[in-house]
Structure formats: C-alpha cells, structure tokens
C-alpha cells in the first residue's frame, strides 16, 4: 500500500498570502492527484499530474517524481479557497489518499 | 459536473439492520467506486466496480457486498450494520482507470 503523508495537517492564512501544501508517497505511481473538499462534503478534482507542474487560475500544482513528492500553492489566497486539499496516489485504478489539509483563509 | 447521483443522502439505522446505499451516473463511466470517509483517516476503497458485473475489493472490504448489474449502477450493501459503519460514504466514477475520479455529494449513515 502506498503511505500518502500530507502537510501540515491544518493551515490558517490571512487573505492575499501564498499557501503551500505538501504530500509525500512512499511507492513509485503513475500519477498523483489533488482534490478539494468544501465543508458540506463535496469533493472536487483539481488537479492530476504525473510529472512536472500545472496550473489552473490561482492553484499550481508541482510533483517531483525522484523525491516522491509533490507540492499544492494557492497564490493570493481567497476566504473562498477555505476547503480541505487532499493529495492522492495512484497505480492503476486505485487511489490511495492522504488525510488532508484543513485550509481557512481568514479576511 | 458529472452526472452522479447518491441515495439516501442521510440515513439513521440501528445495528443488526441491512442497508443499501445506491449509486447513479448518467455518463456511461466504466468504473464506479464505493469509499467511506471518517475523521482521521483519508478516504478508504471499499469495493470498486470495471464493469457489469465485474466487482472487486478495496481496502477495508469486510462487511460490505457490493453489486453492478447495469452500467449506470453500483450499489453498496451492508448486510448486518454494525456501529462501526458508521461513515460518510461516497461513490466515484472514471471513464478510465487512471483518470480523476468525479464523486458524488455523500451519503452521511448513521448506525446506533
């Protein structure tokens, strides 16, 4: 099984400041996922990246593949980013998720 | 957004009783996943679906059956509900295996 570790575990940030998520795995994979989850429970894919760096508005998504780790940044963070962030491997069909970043983003 | 559909959204339930939560989707996907989510732990696999018919088990499988007789959808049974079921359940769809996966809003099951 692969051990998906995410950091930090809770994260609170002024609005406007730039955010930094963090997950490692402990398996070689075939791709690496990030995932938002907004109180009230709906759960979002952001973002699925097997090498390299992507970017979607104001979220950018990094992975290195040697070092089996990846990261999430939120640049000028928003009250309406306040979501948990979840970081999941992948090998095959199945994911093996972490147990999240809980994000408030105070104004 | 993807097409899927959970029900119930909520239920209340005492031990003993069998339940059945239901998975919708109107896109045709592939695979279909059952996943619970407690506090403290990520999201956990407890079955999966590759087809009609084609079913296997996920990580804490023990106590739930699962079945896929048309491809649209994928139900979860607990056939003696125990308290430690108690969980927020999500079904997950993919066209391909490796794709994002799209989920559906929860189900929230409460066993007293």
């Known amino acids: 099984k692969n051990e998906v570790e995410q950091s930090p575990q809770n994260l609170t940030a002024q609005e406007g400041e730039f955010i930094t998520i963090n997950c490692s795995y402990s398996?070689?994979?075939?791709?690496l996922h990030w995932l938002q989850q907004h109180p009230g429970g709906g759960i979002v894919s952001l973002f699925m990246?097997?090498?390299g760096k992507k970017k979607h508005g104001r979220l950018i998504a990094t992975i290195n593949i040697q070092e089996k780790h990846s990261s999430l940044h939120i640049t000028a963070s928003h009250p309406r980013d306040s979501a948990v962030y979840i970081c999941a491997a992948s090998s095959g069909y199945a994911l093996n998720f972490g147990k999240g970043t809980s994000l408030l983003v105070t104004p | 957004d993807a097409g899927i559909t959970q029900s119930p959204r909520h239920k209340v339930t005492e031990t003993g009783t069998p339940v059945t939560l239901r998975c919708h989707q109107t896109e045709n996907h592939r695979y279909m996943y059952w996943y619970r989510q407690d506090p403290g732990h990520g999201l956990r696999l407890i079955h999966y679906?590759?087809?009609?018919?084609?079913?296997d088990k996920g990580e804490v499988s023990d106590g739930y059956s699962v079945s896929r007789s048309k491809t649209e959808d994928f139900l979860l049974t607990l056939e003696s509900a125990t308290s430690s079921q108690t969980s927020v359940y999500f079904c997950a769809i993919s066209d391909v295996g490796n794709q994002p996966q799209h989920f559906g809003d929860g189900t929230r099951l409460s066993i007293l």
């Open positions: 990246l097997s090498s």
């Open positions: 398996v070689g994979i075939s791709a």
């Open positions: 679906s590759y087809g009609v018919k084609d079913t």
